[in-house]
């Protein structure tokens, strides 16, 4: 899978949106974008997937850039909760079932 | 939604000794399940492919003959870490995809493995 990179780190305030950024230079034609997140102690959860259209679904907004080299996870309004390390992952849905998961960015929210 | 069960949630055994975690797609099956290790702040790295009915298939530098891959039923593929030693000790987490949906990959709450 094509490799993508993220900041380590991102801090935000409660309430206030979240705009977590994602480059991957070298996706091909076939690859979707995913982003799944991982909250201390537990194993990463879906958040939200998509391949050239932004998505929004209850959890976040998906937005793909143009040439799609880069993408944003947006979340609309920070809580607490959503204190986790999140990932954007390519999934070639021609070359295997496989996530293989980068460094992420771990989104720190203070109240 | 899609629901992965992975038991138990964590572990400590002595060295030598072998600790089996088990893995269940509660509300769909799943002819396929990855196995993942996870070290402190380090990221999730793909172990195994689990294949029901089938060997599993290792990635680059996983002994198969210690961490021996059960995928007997569509629903429950098996980790057994064999001979445990205190480098074994990590988080390990299952993952699997219901086919039927176009939602992502739904991953266990992982399992806390110690080995003293």
């Known amino acids: 899978d094509a490799k993508t990179t993220q900041p380590n780190s991102m801090e935000s305030n409660e309430e206030e949106p979240v705009h977590l950024p994602c480059n991957h230079s070298?996706?091909?034609?076939?690859?979707?974008i995913h982003w799944y997140r991982q909250l201390p102690s537990q194993g990463p959860e879906y958040v939200i997937h998509?391949?050239?259209s932004n998505v929004n679904n209850r959890m976040a907004s998906l937005a793909i850039a143009e040439d799609r080299k880069s993408s944003t996870l947006i979340l609309h309004r920070a809580t607490l909760r959503d204190a986790a390390v999140y990932y954007c992952?390519?999934?070639?849905?021609?070359?295997?079932?496989?996530?293989?998961f980068g460094g992420g960015t771990r989104l720190m929210v203070k109240p | 939604g899609a629901v992965v069960s992975q038991h138990p949630s964590w572990v400590i055994c002595k060295s030598g000794t072998s600790v089996k975690i088990e893995c269940r797609s509660l509300d769909f099956q799943a002819t396929t399940m990855f196995w993942y290790r996870q070290f402190p702040k380090q990221s999730l790295m793909l172990m195994a492919t689990?294949?029901?009915?089938?060997?599993?298939?290792?990635e680059q530098g996983v002994e198969k003959d210690k961490f021996l891959i059960n995928h007997a039923s569509l629903t429950l593929s098996t980790l057994t870490v064999t001979s445990a030693h205190p480098e074994d000790s990590s988080f390990y987490i299952c993952?699997?995809?219901?086919?039927?949906?176009?939602?992502?990959?739904?991953f266990g709450s992982g399992t806390r493995l110690t080995v003293v």
């Open positions: 998509g391949l050239t």
């Open positions: 993952s699997a995809r219901d086919t039927g949906t176009t939602v992502g990959y739904t």
């Open positions: 992952i390519l999934r070639d849905y021609n070359a295997g079932n496989m996530l293989t």
């Open positions: 070298t996706i091909s034609g076939t690859d979707y």
């Open positions: 689990s294949n029901e009915g089938s060997k599993a298939t290792y």
